[in-house]
T-cell receptor
Framework: GAGVSQSPSNKVTEKGKDVELRCDPI?????LYWYRQSLGQGLEFLIY????????KSGLPSDRFSAERTGGSVSTLTIQRTQQEDSAVYLC????????????FGDGTRLSIL | KQEVTQIPAALSVPEGENLVLNCSFT??????LQWFRQDPGKGLTSLLL?????REQTSGRLNASLDKSSGRSTLYIAASQPGDSATYLC?????????????FGIGTKLQVIP
């Protein structure tokens, strides 16, 4: 596609439920990143994919968070047993393999945990 | 650990004014610095990217400077317009493991009053 696409754009769910967020990167971009933007906070790095592997998942805040990427394209971020502190905007970005290329961002998924 | 600070947190100016947004970072060993714009409910749009070897970049009414040794960058917006109203984010990246690790500031929320 023309840009990074994320779905859903908004998600409201009850505490304790599992949620799945999707990111469709720019075609041909092998690098994919997930970030979290909490109210009043800067963007927080969660995980980086190169192809289907995740060489850096150091930003995942707990074992309730996991992510996968299949076919070197679409990625899903899964949050299990959601907590209220998980409420945030989750942003995905992609870039080409070359490390000097900028990241292109999607519009994010706004997650609200009741 | 890299930390990025942006000052001011919010700024309100009348249309037509020139303005400067400030960004500082603690670790000068950066690969590049990028300024983004974020509109409400939207993702990030890249405005300017400065490589570590460069001192400034210009795009239209925007000019970004970088002083790596002192850990500072400024974004200058000339002849501000109401359409410039948005949150401006500064992000610095370091290279490691073959990819860019990006650290963001919290942003400066700009309002340009007609």
């Amino acid at each position: 596609g023309a840009g990074v696409s994320q779905s859903p754009s908004n998600k409201v769910t009850e505490k304790g439920k599992d949620v799945e967020l999707r990111c469709d990167p720019i075609s041909g971009h092998t690098a994919l990143y997930w970030y979290r933007q909490s109210l009043g906070q800067g963007l927080e790095f969660l995980i980086y994919f190169q192809g289907n592997s995740a060489p850096d998942k150091s930003g995942l805040p707990s074992d309730r968070f996991s992510a996968e990427r299949t076919g070197g394209s679409v990625s899903t971020l899964t949050i299990q047993r959601t907590q209220q502190e998980d409420s945030a905007v989750y942003l995905c970005a992609s870039s080409s393999r070359q490390s000097n290329q900028p990241q292109h961002f999607g519009d994010g998924t706004r997650l609200s945990i009741l | 650990k890299q930390e990025v600070t942006q000052i001011p947190a919010a700024l309100s100016v009348p249309e037509g004014e020139n303005l400067v947004l400030n960004c500082s970072f603690t670790d000068s060993a950066i690969y590049n610095l990028q300024w983004f714009r974020q509109d409400p409910g939207k993702g990030l749009t890249s405005l300017l990217l400065i490589q570590s070897s460069q001192r400034e970049q210009t795009s239209g009414r925007l000019n970004a400077s970088l002083d790596k040794s002192s850990g500072r960058s400024t974004l200058y917006i000339a002849a501000s317009q109401p359409g410039d109203s948005a949150t401006y984010l500064c992000a610095v990246s370091t290279l490691g493991g073959g990819y860019q690790k990006v650290t963001f500031g919290i942003g400066t929320k700009l309002q340009v009053i007609p």
